[in-house]
């Protein structure tokens, strides 16, 4: 059964830095990242790297934000700098299962930043 299992979210400044953090587990993954959904928008990309290294990212999150992944954990992070209040959403770790090639998400950890 898969599973994806997001942590760090919180209340901060702005200019202030978070990491999230997502343990994916009960399968092998291609792409795994990151997605954020404010309140009355839809859910967009923030940044998503694949099993080899690659990353791609929202022009929001360039220069801001890193995505990284630990294969042996099966575990993606997303080390936020320089927060602003309109990166606040919900922020959703998704996962692609390698061969299956279906589509997971995990429960969302809220982020919030004040101004």
């Known amino acids: 059964q898969v599973q994806l299992v997001e942590s760090g979210g919180g209340l901060v400044q702005a200019g202030g830095s978070l990491r999230l953090s997502c343990a994916a587990s009960g399968s092998t993954f291609n792409t795994i990242g990151w997605y954020r959904q404010a309140p009355g928008k839809q859910r967009e990309v923030v940044a998503t790297i694949s099993s080899d290294g690659r990353t791609t990212y929202a022009d929001s999150a360039k220069d801001r934000f890193t995505i990284a992944r630990d294969n042996g954990e099966n575990t993606v992070y997303l080390q936020m700098n320089g927060l602003k209040p309109e990166d606040t959403a919900a922020y959703y770790c998704?996962?692609?299962?390698?061969?299956?090639?279906?589509?997971?998400w995990g429960q969302g950890t809220q982020v919030t930043v004040s101004s």
């Open positions: 998704y996962a692609r299962r390698r061969f299956v090639n279906t589509a997971h």
